[in-house]
């Protein structure tokens, strides 16, 4: 069955740069887009970025200048690169497939403190 | 960006009950293909969001018929009937159809 799960560092201090890895099962990256999303503790969701099935990336354009979206279809797994955090980048990061977003990994705990 | 106003904030509701949760958006969600990129989702307490309906009006796999959405344009309703402790949570609604990708800002439903 379709599975997503990502993986990371659960703390991150200011102006360093996150890794993120999500691996997923059950379907082919070159046949589905893989997305990036976010929430704050407490807060609503927030689109991160995408990198299609022909793995060119779309990204938010508030977050573009420090992200990078890439993957490895031998390994199926998809990485989130964001440098210069900040606090406010504390958040769950979500990925999930798909235009419609239909199935959704655990999510991880991100926390930017020092 | 296109913005998703999301309405109501807070809908208390009887089990057993009606609700409708509308979603307006600053421009049309009709795609230059023709589609309508409208999707409503649930998040539980601690959970990942859930797909319900997937451009404005099917059902996801496994989602009960007492969940249905409608509209058109730049106007989408949600509505749940006889309402289960299960439904309760926060109800997001996302537009895929403009870049970047944009969410509702959250319906939270809870027992009265």
């Known amino acids: 069955q379709v599975q997503l799960k990502e993986s990371g560092p659960g703390l991150v201090q200011p102006s360093q740069t996150l890794s993120l890895t999500c691996t997923v099962s059950?379907?082919?990256?070159?046949?589905?887009?893989v997305h990036w999303v976010r929430q704050p503790p407490g807060k609503g969701l927030e689109w991160v970025g995408a990198?299609?099935?022909?793995?060119?990336?779309d990204y938010n354009s508030a977050l573009k200048s420090r992200l990078s979206i890439s993957r490895d279809t031998s390994k199926s797994q998809v990485f989130l690169k964001m440098n210069s955090l900040q606090t406010e980048d504390t958040a769950i990061y979500f990925c999930?497939?798909?235009?419609?977003?239909?199935?959704w990994g655990q999510g991880v705990m991100v926390t930017v403190s020092s | 960006d296109v913005l998703m106003t999301q309405t109501p904030v807070s809908l208390p509701v009887s089990l057993g009950g009606q609700v409708s949760i509308s979603c307006r958006s600053s421009q049309s969600l009709v795609h230059s293909d023709g589609n309508t990129y409208l999707h409503w989702y649930l998040q539980k307490p601690g959970q990942s969001p859930q797909l319900l309906i997937y451009?404005?009006?099917n059902r996801f796999s496994g989602v009960p018929d007492r969940f249905s959405g409608s509209g058109s344009g730049t106007d989408f309703t949600l509505k749940i009937s006889r309402v289960e402790p299960e439904d309760l949570g926060v109800y997001y609604c996302?537009?895929?159809?403009?870049?970047?990708?944009?969410f509702g800002s959250g319906t939270k439903l809870e027992i009265k």
């Open positions: 990198i299609w099935s022909g793995g060119s990336t």
């Open positions: 999930t497939r798909r235009w419609e977003l239909d199935y």
């Open positions: 996302l537009q895929s159809t403009h870049f970047p990708l944009t």
């Open positions: 059950g379907f082919s990256l070159t046949s589905n887009s």
């Open positions: 451009r404005v009006s």
